[in-house]
């Protein structure tokens, strides 16, 4: 649900630029961009205050008058994202530079920052109040809702969805299906409890389907998979049951469970998982007895011991224990700070890759389009005003000709290949870190010993409550 607004820029504009580009704000200018200006604070107003005073006749660092706001050099634009969304800066990012070449036009200057050192991520603009080719931008309502319409429109082709102005609108389901998914009885609840309950037996996602056979379902393969239960009418998709029913979810569900079966041989527990194993069993027999309180892993299944929230975590927890043979806390402490030391070595070495390609961009564009233009009988003025700006950076870097401009392009060919594999290299270690620490706080609280007599402590509790609700319930 993005939110849009401006605020117009009559004095400093470096100032402005150097806000958004702030390092601290941005992962170490991780997530800034531009276009027609290189992407830093100096070159930037530089290459904004060139094309401003050749098409306003004003200078672009003149003080503002006396009374009233003065000229509009550029304008502050920010794109804020609703916490709830919950978008990741990368794709946030992604976001604000197709919105600025979808609303400015190619020929605008602009420099785009996502900052994500708050709660919510958030887009920056600073726009030059004039593009390349002489066109003016305004700041008022009628263009403020212009952008707007842009901005919903970019976000929906990312899948973020802008706000809803038809309240009380909206699909629903038929009141039987809702009554049938609410009691477990609808075509979807029977196909999931079936495949649950087939997740500890089978080896891979086609065993799964070939055991649905067996029981009964019609099973139709192609590009996704799609399964009937006797008596329905129409197929579904796997995906269409719910978050944890894609093929790719089911396969890493029937692999925690095989984990899970192949490592419960006690040859394999030593200290540190045998108190998972310990707790596993004395959970389990706490639901059994129902002497806890029955919370849910999957909420929309029904409650059973597999489908408890405690005992899954645990046993996924333990499946992760095993299979990369962690023997005690120690050693999973250490593992932890070694990602930790990975992913920090790699985050700042893509902060600096990330720098020189966006300078490689920046060359590799200009010088280019210094060539062309070169190249050409005869030039507009804003092409001869293009043409000084380029080649004043093709001079400032020494590219004479096209083959030295070709060894900029494989120069940043190179750095976007090595900033994929650090990202992927992150990613993994981001993964691994998370999954590593929930481990060590749960192991944390379950080596305590009152963990189980707190699961029963508030199971009595909320046992003591209901016959208290309900007498008040009564008297009223």
Known sequence: MPYIKSVCVHADVKSSIAYILNPEKTEDILYTASLNCLTNVEDAYLNMKFVYENYSHRKYNEPPPLTGKGWVKAIHYIQSFDPKDNIPPKLAHKIAKAFARKTFGDDCQIVIATHCDKSHVHNH????????????FYANKKSLDRIKEY??????????????????????????????????????????IAIDSLLGSVKNLDDLTCELEEQGFTVKRGKYISIKAP??????????????????????????????????SKSNVNDFNKIFYERIYQVSELVKSNAKLPRKYFKNQPYILQNDFDVYTLSAQLAVINRDNIHSIGELESKIEKL??????????????????????AVEKQVG??????????????????????????????ITNRDKLQRVEKLRKDTSERVE??????????????????????????????????????????DEIKPMTAAKKCSR
Not at 427 to 456: H, M, P, Q, W
Request: charged share 35%.
């Open 231 to 264: 008596e329905q009418r129409r197929f579904v998709r796997l995906k269409t049951l719910g978050d944890y029913y894609s093929e790719d979810i089911l396969c890493e569900r029937i692999q925690i469970a095989l984990d899970e079966k192949a490592n419960a």
């Open 125 to 136: 603009f600073i726009l030059n109040s004039y593009g390349i080719d002489g066109q003016k």
């Open 369 to 398: 389009a210094y060539f062309d233009l070169l190249e050409k009988s005869e030039l507009s003025e804003a092409e001869q005003l293009q043409l000084k700006m380029c080649g004043s950076l093709a001079e400032r870097c020494n």
């Open 151 to 192: 901005s919903d429109r970019v976000c929906l082709a990312f899948g973020v969805q802008p706000y809803d102005k038809s309240k009380g609108k909206g699909r629903t389901i038929k009141y039987n299906e809702w009554e049938n998914k609410k009691r477990g009885t609808s075509w979807k609840e029977k196909i999931r």
């Open 421 to 462: 594999r650090l990202t992927e290299q992150i990613n993994n270690c981001k993964k691994f870190y998370d999954t590593y620490v929930d481990i060590a706080d749960t192991y944390k609280r379950i080596s305590e010993g009152d963990y189980i007599s707190n699961l029963i402590k508030e199971k009595k509790q909320q």
């Open 340 to 361: 930790t030391s990975e992913y920090e070595s790699a985050r700042q070495e893509i902060n600096k890759l990330s720098e020189k390609l966006s300078q490689f961009e």
